[in-house]
């Protein structure tokens, strides 16, 4: 298991990943980072976007909302809010989730309720862009 992280991502509903990845490529409150065996230990929250797991040359994307990550020298765990697989990700309901963020933001009463939507369809069309 020489250069490789183990990995856990969580959902509410069940437990969709438990393996040894090469990295994992989680994206982050303040962006996205690549995560591999010896990286130094942190806690970071977590927005919508999309991880990247690389697994012997194969590479599985999960979509998520939010949450939390874990990353230690040996093991990143994800507490993610909501995590689809990419193979499950219907793009309707992804378009349908963009035109909702683009709604709230012409509804929100406040500055930072405006920027919190923008952001979110931002990351949504990110995801949509890998499709």
């Known amino acids: ?13 069940r437990l969709l990943l438990s393996c040894t990845a090469d990295m994992v490529t989680v994206p982050g409150t303040e ?4 995560v591999m065996a010896g990286h130094a230990p942190l ?23 939010g949450g939390f990550a874990e990353i230690g020298p040996t093991k990143i765990t994800i507490l993610a809010e909501e995590a689809i697989p990419m193979t499950e990700m219907d793009l309707a ?11 709230d933001g012409i509804a929100a009463k ?20 890998a499709f």
């Open 1 to 13: 298991m020489a250069n490789k992280i183990a990995f856990d991502l969580i959902s509410p509903e």
């Open 31 to 34: 962006g996205y980072m690549g």
């Open 43 to 65: 806690v970071s929250t977590l927005r919508c976007g999309m991880i990247d797991v690389l697994m012997d040359g194969k590479d599985d994307r999960y979509f998520i909302h």
């Open 93 to 103: 309901v992804l378009d349908q989730r963009i035109s909702d963020a683009q709604e």
């Open 110 to 129: 406040s500055d930072d309720e405006r920027q919190a939507a923008a952001q979110l369809v931002d990351d949504l069309k990110l995801v949509r862009a």
